[in-house]
């Protein structure tokens, strides 16, 4: 597709409830990133992967939250037993990942989940 | 100290000013700067990314950088009321690659 593609748009869940949210990342790219921001707060990052390879994750809160990206494409954004304190948005992006000359291109942002826990 | 910096605001400016929006960084080696912009309820949109010292421009926006006091700007000439939104300054993680955020500014721009 054109863009990065996130769904569903909104979650509600009750608290103690698995979620699952979804990124379809821009075609050809290599790199994806989950970041959760919080209300009035910049992005926070959560994971990276490179194509199917998880590099990072050290920003995951918990052992609650869990990514896979198993064929180097779409990616799935688990969140066992959520909590209150998971409310957020839960933005993905991909990029190009680094030009010839050794320059990061920027990233490309799906619309988010808007997950709400009560 | 966070890693990124910003002051959240809000900054107002009238309509037809220079909007000047500050980043302070904390990692000495990083090399790559971006601006976004984020208006209410969506998602941020990449405007700008600089690399090296000094000014870039691309239309009413000039990134400039100067890593020596490890500091970016971004300026908006003829600021519009359609400018308002939060402006997210990013700098790539020298040791890892991700990008991390400061917690953004939110532009006012008065007709």
């Known amino acids: 597709g054109a863009g990065v593609s996130q769904s569903p748009r909104y979650k509600v869940a009750k608290r103690g409830q698995d979620v699952a949210l979804r990124c379809d990342p821009i075609s050809g790219h290599v790199s994806l990133f989950w970041y959760q921001q919080a209300l009035g707060q910049g992005p926070e990052f959560l994971t990276y992967f490179q194509n199917e390879a998880q590099l990072d994750k050290s920003g995951l809160p918990s052992d609650r939250f869990f990514a896979e990206r198993p064929e180097g494409s779409v990616s799935t954004l688990k969140i066992q037993r959520t909590q209150q304190e998971d409310s957020a948005v839960y933005l993905c992006?991909?990029?190009?990942?680094?030009?010839?000359?050794?320059?990061?291109?920027?990233?490309?942002f799906g619309s988010g989940t808007r997950l709400t826990v009560v | 100290q966070k890693e990124v910096e910003q002051n959240s605001g809000p900054l107002s400016v009238p309509e037809g000013a220079i909007a000047s929006l500050n980043c302070t960084y904390s990692?000495?080696?990083?090399?790559?700067f971006f601006w976004y912009r984020q208006y209410s309820g969506k998602s941020p949109e990449l405007i700008m990314s600089?690399?090296?010292?000094g000014d870039k421009e691309d239309g009413r926006f000039t990134a400039q950088l100067n890593k020596a006091s490890q500091y970016v700007s971004l300026l908006i000439r003829d600021s519009q009321p359609s400018d308002s939104a939060t402006y997210l300054c990013?700098?790539?993680?020298?040791?890892?690659?991700?990008?991390?955020f400061g917690q953004g500014t939110t532009l006012q721009v008065k007709p």
């Open positions: 990013a700098v790539r993680s020298s040791n890892t690659g991700k990008l991390i």
């Open positions: 992006a991909s990029s190009l990942g680094r030009s010839r000359a050794g320059q990061n291109y920027g990233y490309t």
């Open positions: 990692d000495r080696v990083s090399q790559s």
């Open positions: 600089i690399y090296s010292n």
